[in-house]
């Protein structure tokens, strides 16, 4: 959903939408509060509910927006590291791990 039509969905239904998760969470769990709490109407409760419902939908959609980051960021990272050099030995003027552990069952010899 672009920030464009979530404005106007915003508009149309009088109640603005969330710009962040915590924000969105926060409301539901006060929705779910509510509703759970008291004697409310059945139009009351139908409105809170389909409030409810698109603050869950605004959560989902936020979280699986983080997740692809999150995704693309790995796959960046794995990408780069995939055009790394491998060290030669004695490159920065160490050894092998494989050349380090030799040496040492040389020493316990």
């Known amino acids: 959903m672009s920030p464009r039509q979530a404005r106007q969905d915003a508009d149309a239904n009088g109640n603005p939408e969330p710009a962040?998760?915590?924000?969105?969470?926060?409301?539901?769990?006060e929705t779910v509060r509510n509703l759970e709490a008291g004697p409310l109407?059945?139009?009351?409760?139908?409105?809170?509910?389909?409030?409810?419902?698109?603050?869950?939908?605004?959560?989902?959609?936020?979280?699986?927006?983080?997740?692809?980051?999150?995704?693309?960021?790995?796959?960046?990272?794995?990408?780069?590291?995939?055009?790394?050099?491998?060290?030669?030995?004695?490159e920065f003027g160490a050894d092998s791990p494989e050349d380090l552990a030799d040496e040492s069952d040389d020493i316990d010899e």
């Open 20 to 29: 962040n998760f915590e924000d969105a969470f926060t409301k539901l769990e």
């Open 41 to 90: 109407t059945l139009d009351e409760s139908t409105r809170m509910f389909e409030e409810g419902m698109g603050l869950a939908k605004r959560c989902n959609e936020l979280l699986s927006a983080t997740e692809l980051r999150v995704t693309r960021l790995q796959a960046a990272f794995a990408e780069q590291m995939r055009f790394v050099p491998d060290e030669s030995p004695g």
